[in-house]
Structures are given as structure tokens and as C-alpha cells.
């Protein structure tokens, strides 16, 4: 009688070797360039309506409401007027999303090796949770001062032409410094949120692949 061989354990999407770090980030850092892009006529309105003030002269308000604020940018800046600052928005992004989503994924297979049974699917809450403040901190270099800057500028079609103001004299009014502005508050931010945003992801995505 021949010994019952014992079955092959399954292992839930196990990333393909292959996929190292260097790549990972370079697939986030295109992923956030396009993603970035496409989104961003929407956070050009979401910041004029934030931080829009009282027409002088007036009780009312430059904007009312989202298609309002829409109009009147493509009306008197231009179409082009909707991408104002997208450059200083993709200089970030790339290596903000790239470093994210990269280390990110370096830590949760670090935890699966450490576990020992090769599911990238089956960490534990609490390590779905830690790998993503690492995450969440190994970008905030590049956030903090991309945000900053590009809020400056997105800013500039609400001044008078003559104090309106280009990247290079908004960094220099800014300086070097003063990128670092908020960094705290960004940071207590963006670790809460990849907290969150990773270990919900990655438990549910483990408890759905079986």
C-alpha cells in the first residue's frame, strides 16, 4: 500500500518574485502620474472653493458652488487654467506614490516571510496595520512640500495679473524651509490614513481570496 502523498497547500496570489522593489515603484510612480492627471481639474476647484474670499466690494463669494467655480476658470484663465501647478503636482507625486505603494508592499512581504507560509494575503490585522505607517511615512519628504507649492500656485489664477506669480518666484518666496511647513500635521495625517487605508485593504482583500 502506497504512502497518501499529502496535498499541496494553496497559497492565496502569492506576488511573483519578480515584481522587486525598483519595479513596484516605478508601476506606482506611473500610476500616480495618470491617476494625478486625470483628477486634477477637480483639486484645482476643491482648492479655489477652500480657500476663496469675499469679492471686494461685495457680500458674495468669487464661486458658487463646483460648476460654478469650473466656469469661471475655464472662462477667464482658460482651459489650461484647470492644470495650473500640475508639474510641481507630478515632481511630487511620482515619487510620493511610487515610494508608498512600494514600501508598502516591501513590508507586507516581509511579514509574510516571517510568518512562514508564503500567503501575502494572510498577514494579521495588526500587520497589515504596520506595514502601512511605514508606508504612510516614507513618503511625507516628498508630500509636504509638493502640496504646499502646488496650492500656491493653483492660487495665482485669483490674484491680479501683475501679482500673479510663476513656480520659480513661488519657490523663492517660499524657500527652502519653508517647504517643510505643516510636516507635523501631514504627517499625523497621512500614518492615520495608510493605517487605515492598508490594513482595511489588505485584510479584506485576504479574507475575499480563498
Partial sequence: ??????????????????????????????????GASCVYPLDMIKTRLQNQKTVI?????????????????????????LYRGL????????PEKATKLAMNAYMRKQFMYYNGDGDYYGLSIVQEGMAGPVAGLSHLIF??????VKINLQLQGTREAHL????????????????????????CRDVLFSILYFGMYGTLKGRIYF
Fill in 1 to 34: 500500500m502506497t504512502q497518501q502523498e499529502k496535498p499541496v497547500p494553496h497559497i492565496r496570489n502569492a506576488p511573483p518574485q519578480r515584481v522587486n522593489f525598483a519595479l513596484s515603484w516605478l508601476l506606482g510612480g506611473i500610476s500616480g502620474v495618470v
Fill in 57 to 81: 466690494g461685495t457680500n458674495t463669494r468669487m464661486y458658487n458652488g463646483i460648476i460654478d467655480c469650473f466656469s469661471k476658470i475655464v472662462k477667464n484663465e482658460g482651459v489650461i487654467g
Fill in 87 to 94: 508639474p510641481a503636482q507630478w515632481i511630487g507625486i511620482i
Fill in 143 to 148: 508630500t509636504s512640500p509638493y502640496e504646499l
Fill in 164 to 187: 500673479k506669480k510663476n513656480f520659480r518666484q513661488v519657490l523663492s518666496d517660499i524657500g527652502f524651509k519653508g517647504l517643510f511647513r505643516g510636516m507635523d500635521a501631514c504627517a
